[in-house]
């Protein structure tokens, strides 16, 4: 099941936070990749911008899948700030999962964002949560 929410709504002109939950599994990189594409197209990106960002959500999606426990959830919050999409994908994994920074999906991460960065955390039940967070700016032919 998929679920969609804005947890922050846009009534003053502010920023709103897009929060996107569907199973880790592979079979939902469709639905996280057509939200990110949608989001960035809404907020005028360019056309490239765009396909950056699809690549980036799919990336970093299928980097958590991989390392998923069993029958996890994954999270996306998109927030679409006046210049830039700030994403962050989280989902529970095993302790000391590791993402491999050096590999060539965190180089695919790198070069298709403005800034990536992971975390991990453990609450008082043992329970790890492993986030991606990454950033685009937007880039047009006015800059």
């Not at 990189?29 to 959500?57: E, G, H, K, N, P």
């Not at 959830?73 to 993402?99: I, K, N, P, Q, Y």
């Not at 991460?109 to 990536?116: G, H, I, M």
Request: glycine share 6%; aromatic share 4%; charged share 25%.
């Amino acid at each position: 099941m998929t679920r969609a929410i804005t947890t922050e709504p846009n009534t003053e002109g502010a920023d709103a936070t897009i929060e996107l939950g569907v199973h880790a599994d592979a079979s939902q990189l469709s639905v996280t990749r057509a939200v990110a594409a949608t989001l960035a197209a809404q907020d005028d990106f360019d056309l490239d911008s765009i396909a950056d960002i699809r690549l980036a959500i799919d990336e970093s999606c299928s980097r958590l899948i991989v390392r998923a426990t069993a029958g996890a959830r994954m999270v996306c919050r998109f927030l679409t700030a006046d210049d830039a999409l700030h994403v962050s994908v989280t989902t529970t994994t095993e302790a000391g999962a590791d993402l491999d920074a050096s590999g060539f999906g965190w180089h695919v991460l790198n070069a298709l964002t403005d800034s990536v960065s992971t975390s991990q955390s453990e609450d008082e039940h043992g329970v790890v949560s492993t986030t991606i967070e990454f950033t685009k700016s937007k880039h047009g032919w006015d800059e």
